[in-house]
């Protein structure tokens, strides 16, 4: 006999902040590692201050970003493009790619990384980030 999975809520002060460069500027960056919960998704939740935003990465898996608040400048594998709340980004697997907020306001969105844990390469003409 199975188990049922139950129902859960991960309250927002309990997702973990992460010490990445979006959040030493200012913002934040909150982690919900799925694989602990037995899903196959992983979430970034992100406020990002205008002029900050990721170095250039990539992931082995796709990642898609709802916007919720504020304008973002998306460059994905040198395709430039600008969102505003409601639109949603999609990342291809391998796909270097990068953001930054252009202001005048808070950048607000989620990120959900199609693996149950995170794992990012940094492209090799920028620093690296810190590993979480």
């Known amino acids: 006999m199975t188990t049922k999975p139950m129902a859960q809520v991960v309250h927002h002060a309990d997702l973990e902040l ?3 460069k979006v959040t030493r500027d200012g913002g934040a960056l ?7 919960y037995g899903l196959v998704t992983s979430i970034f939740e992100s ?3 205008p ?3 990721p170095l250039t990465h990539s992931h082995p898996y796709a990642e898609l970003f709802i ?3 504020g304008t973002g400048r998306f460059v994905v594998d ?5 969102v505003h709340p409601g639109d949603i980004v999609i990342v ?5 790619h ?3 907020n252009p202001g005048p306001s808070m950048l607000r969105h989620t990120a959900i990384h199609q693996a149950p844990a995170f794992s990012q390469t940094s492209h090799p003409d920028h620093e690296r980030e810190p590993d979480r």
């Open 67 to 69: 916007v919720h608040e």
């Open 51 to 53: 002029g900050s935003g």
């Open 98 to 100: 990068a953001f930054t």
């Open 30 to 36: 909150r982690y919900l590692e799925g694989g602990q």
């Open 47 to 49: 406020e990002v201050v």
């Open 18 to 20: 992460l010490d990445r």
């Open 92 to 96: 291809p697997p391998n796909a270097w």
């Open 78 to 82: 040198n395709q430039a493009m600008n």
